[in-house]
RNA sequence: GCGCCUGUAGCUCAGCUGGACAGAGCAACGGACUUCUAAUCCGUGGGUCGCAGGUUCGAAUCCUGCCAGGCGUACCA
């Protein structure tokens, strides 16, 4: 239950009638109802709630807004509301006082909601696929799919808080030039293990860790392709390699706190026919044509630059035309929306994906793709190129030893996607101690000790509804209150924005108010009044402090 | 050249879809622990919101043109 949408919705109908009162009435004179806003100002002597509604009207009557607000006060009818006074201000907003028992009200709400506190129903059970990291299984994952795994994941789990039906999803791209390249590679690898003299191809990978695979490898098979056929050796090269590459992805991602419901594989896509199908589709429906021996795809129909190559002179598809097969398959196994989120390296290629969709007679509203702006690693002041061909990045498994998980996923959730990253290897691990998520994470620990003592003390923690909360009264303490009244709207308009990164945002100014709340009040030892109604307080603040942390898969301590 | 993203305090970034005097965290400086965890709190300084026009009652936010950076512009993915 969100209160304070309630009440906005509440402010908002009170005003449209009193509004077309007034105009029933011949004082305001308009053809329609603008659309106008009731929103919690920023400034605390602006009242609780405010509204534009005059000042948007101006225009419309003729009339000034402050002049306006005043007839629209006159005809307003506040019975029956928590609107103690209505007043007009600046340039003509008309702001709302409310009685002070909502934000009481609101503890109530936190209390008995308890881990539902914030979930909605917005998403009415919708299916929603969530494509991320999807990263190349020739390595191993760097800081550019952490922030992908981070992002994705949180987007994921703010969409299931909104009521959707989210599928967690890892897109393998296990076929292809990367994969020539990739075999190739370990063929040199494996040679040269074996004392034979090979080497890695220019545009091959050069990752230390393929010399530890194919080290692997030979323990296990020893040298028995050695005098293969280079394409049976290369093969089986890759499968025993791919297979060791996904394994160690999906360990990290797991050590992340990501989980994914499915995991699929481009190579099925080829195997099946599914792309083949896909192209002879397109082609029925006429956006392929032939050129240079090529087949090409006619994306400029749909705002691209250029067309599309979808397969090769040389027979082969591109990764452009099995994507469109995996595309058609999302949207074939019944998903309501599909979410991906790519590098911005990829971003030239949304345009012809959409295009593609719409090409084969989807909604191309119900693919949603989130560009993720890049990560510049500093290190030592320098910037520090990350390539998977010269095997020169920092792994997603370093990152969590040196920063740990939580540190980083809030840290990457914190910046918006389209905002590019500067990390820096140094700072982070310098100060893993002041990072603002100890802030957050140390707030929550401070409730639980609070609980804990309390506990130890005798003291039961009480119900909100059998406990008298007028006491609270003090501006630290309202403040936190109206902290907890805004979850659930932030919450939703992060679900509808695909924008978390107000969430770790938010978790930092909750955890500010607290610890002032900390300083400035004291729980335990109080008169058995106070001491009640802080105890509920608490508590609610630490059920509001979990949740967010829940949604950002940062955990929350009970001790630091 | 063209397309997408970005440009806000010394640094890293928010700014809730156009609102009421531009915010936070680091960094700097000055205070606060015999009391529920000082990984904390309180205070001070710091900004022509890249530049120039335009729309609007009102612009960091929308439009246009410049400037700077990143990415893309493969029969790679």
């Known amino acids: ?203 091959g990978y050069h990752g230390e860790d393929l010399i530890e695979t194919m080290r692997n490898f030979i323990e296990l098979e020893g040298d028995k392709y050695l005098e293969a056929d280079p394409e049976v050796r290369r093969e089986a090269l890759t499968e025993y390699a791919l297979k060791e590459k996904l394994k160690s992805i999906k360990e990290s991602l797991e050590r992340f706190g990501v989980a994914f419901d499915v995991w699929f594989s481009e190579h099925t896509l080829h195997e099946s026919g599914a792309v083949n199908e896909v192209i002879e589709e397109l082609r029925k429906r006429g956006y392929v044509y032939e050129k240079d021996g090529a087949l090409w795809f006619k994306s400029t129909l749909f705002g691209d630059k250029k067309d599309e190559v979808l397969v090769r002179k040389n027979g082969m598809p591109t990764y452009f035309a099995a994507d469109i097969a995996y595309h058609k398959n999302k949207f074939d196994r019944g998903f309501d929306r599909v979410i991906n989120i790519w590098g911005a390296d990829h971003h030239g290629h949304v345009v012809r994906m959409k295009g593609a969709m719409e090409a084969l007679g989807y909604d191309k509203d119900k693919l949603d793709i989130i560009i993720m702006q890049l990560v510049r690693l500093f290190k030592d002041g320098e910037i520090l190129r990350m390539s998977k061909r010269t095997g020169q990045y920092i792994t997603l498994d370093e990152l969590i030893d040196e920063v740990g998980k939580d540190a980083a996923r809030f840290f990457f959730v914190m910046r918006a996607a389209d905002s590019h990253l500067d990390f820096d290897l140094d700072l982070a691990k310098k100060e893993s101690s002041e990072n603002p998520v100890y802030y957050v994470q140390y707030a929550h620990a401070r409730i639980i000790s609070i609980l804990r003592q309390a506990v130890e003390k005798g003291v039961e923690i009480p119900r909100a509804y059998k406990t008298d909360l007028t006491v609270l009264d003090s501006e630290v303490e309202l403040e936190l209150i109206r902290k907890l009244a805004e979850f659930p709207g932030l919450v939703k308009a992060c679900a509808e924005t695909l924008e978390p990164h107000r969430l770790p945002h938010y978790a930092i100014e909750l955890a500010g108010m607290f610890h002032s709340f900390y300083t400035e009040c004291r729980v335990l030892g109080e008169d058995e009044g106070k001491q009640a109604a802080r105890l509920v307080l608490v508590n609610a603040t630490r059920i509001v402090l979990r949740n967010v942390l829940n949604l950002l898969g940062v955990t929350a301590p009970e001790r630091m």
């Open 1 to 203: 239950m969100d209160i304070v949408g309630i009440i906005q919705k509440e402010i908002e109908e009170r005003l449209k009638e009193a509004v077309l009162k007034a105009k029933d009435e011949g004082d305001l004179n308009f053809e329609e109802l603008p659309f106008f806003i009731v929103e919690v100002p920023k400034e605390k002597g602006h009242g609780d709630f405010a509204s534009n509604l005059a000042i948007i009207l101006a225009s419309q009557t003729k009339k000034p807004p402050r002049e306006i607000g005043e007839i629209i006060i006159k005809h307003l009818d506040t019975s029956n509301t928590w609107i103690k006074d209505v007043e007009i201000a600046g340039p003509g907003f008309i702001n709302f006082t409310l009685m002070r028992e909502w934000l009481y009200q609101v503890l109530e709400v936190v209390e008995r909601g308890d881990k539902k506190y914030g979930r909605s129903n917005v998403g009415n059970g919708k299916k929603v696929q969530v494509e991320f990291v999807s990263a190349n299984p020739t390595g191993l994952l760097h800081m550019g799919n952490a922030r992908g795994a981070a992002i994705g994941d949180t987007i994921a789990n703010v969409l299931e808080a909104a009521g959707w039906k989210v599928t967690r999803e890892f897109y393998i791209n296990d076929a292809g030039n990367q994969i020539e390249n990739f075999a190739k590679s370990l063929e040199a690898r494996y040679l040269q293990l074996l004392g034979k003299e090979a080497e890695v191809p220019e545009d």
